[in-house]
């Protein structure tokens, strides 16, 4: 019997996990690839190259976590015309790995949902890069799951921890292009638990020149090789960042969306996102705003109702979580005082 495209969509994450794992158990280590996954420079000098002293000094050569930026990095997967005739209230980018539809779904079906808050405009789009390994394998699946939603952005870059902050620039970069009349983006990773009627509260009246999110003041970068977070003194060599907003979940008016996009073709790129968003911030002379107190937990909270919907964002919630407590914060009858 033939499956229905949603049956067949149901399958896809556990089709996709087989694949993977078979996979796994058959490629050849892939040899090293630099951070954008373009590849390596030939190390081997040419021996056309005029080496007099009258040559200007060669530049320092890109170190590994430093992507290359401005790059033509090609849309995969794109919707030219999903904003066309249209200025939705927010713009919903959520960042998410490739081989995570199980994950995509359940933002789709809870937070991410477009029509979730009666009045509220909303238009939702995923953030993807390639899979390290198995892009080719994936790219199937994936086009087939965004035939049935519509709702996915790739460009052909290496999708890695240290290549967030071209994710972002991507989704301003659509935003730029086929988006501009939005009166606010919301940049969002797909493990956090968003309200979005309170945080639509907060936006009004709609404002110019407005970041917010939880703020990071008088930090500086961590140059110990151990953390995930490690940007080395060749990539940004200053002891402290600009203020900026943390990663798992900011809000920036549509103007600023623009204007952020558009200072980032002009700065060297670092490979902390949200710290990179400040700097762009700083170049523009742009201060980010503090949101009410308390109102992005960058930390896990027990869900309660009431709680809950007094905040914007809740980190550290898997699609479990959100499915779990989603009907209740939706429709169940409780009074708040």
């Known amino acids: 019997m033939k499956l229905l495209p949603v049956s067949r969509l149901l399958l896809l994450p556990v089709a996709a996990a ?10 050849p280590p892939a040899p090293p690839a630099t ?9 081997t000098p040419s021996s056309n190259i005029n080496t007099t002293s009258t040559m200007r000094p060669p530049k320092p050569p890109r170190h590994p976590l430093q992507p290359p930026y401005p790059h033509p990095y090609r849309f995969l997967l794109n919707h030219p015309d999903k904003c ?3 200025a939705p209230f927010l713009v919903l980018l959520v960042v998410s790995a490739p081989a995570d539809l199980a994950v995509r779904d359940a933002v789709r079906r809870t937070w991410g949902n477009e029509s979730a808050v009666p009045g509220l405009s909303v238009l939702r789009l995923f953030l993807l890069g390639l899979h390290p390994v198995f892009h080719a394998e994936l790219g199937p699946v994936l086009r087939e799951e965004d035939e049935l939603h519509g709702d996915l952005l790739q460009q052909d870059f290496l999708d890695t921890y240290n290549n967030l902050t071209l994710k972002t620039l991507m989704g301003l970069e659509w935003v730029s292009r086929f988006c501009p009349n939005a009166t606010y983006v919301v ?3 797909s493990d956090v638990f968003l309200n979005l009627e309170f945080l639509w509260r907060l936006l009004r009246p709609p404002r110019r020149d407005f970041l917010t999110g939880y703020v990071y003041r008088r930090t500086g970068p961590l140059r110990n090789r151990a953390y995930k977070w490690f940007v080395p003194r060749e990539v940004y060599p200053n002891a402290t960042y600009p203020p900026y907003c943390a990663g798992p979940a900011y809000v920036l008016s549509g103007d600023l969306a623009l204007r952020v996009f558009g200072v980032a073709q002009s700065l ?3 490979n902390m996102e949200d710290a990179f968003v400040g700097l762009c911030l700083h170049a523009l002379g ?11 937990a960058m930390y896990r909270l027990d869900y309660d109702k009431c709680r809950f919907s007094r ?9 479990q979580d959100l499915l779990r407590v989603w009907p ?10």
């Open 311 to 319: 905040l914007v964002m809740v980190h550290h919630y898997g699609p």
């Open 35 to 43: 951070a954008a996954g373009s590849a390596p420079p030939d190390p």
């Open 286 to 296: 742009v201060p980010v705003t503090d949101p009410p107190p308390g109102a992005f």
């Open 18 to 27: 087989l694949a993977l794992l078979a996979l796994q158990a058959r490629h």
């Open 84 to 86: 066309r005739g249209r």
């Open 268 to 270: 060297p790129l670092i």
């Open 187 to 189: 940049k969002a990773d």
């Open 328 to 337: 209740h914060f939706r429709d169940a009858p409780v009074e708040c005082h």
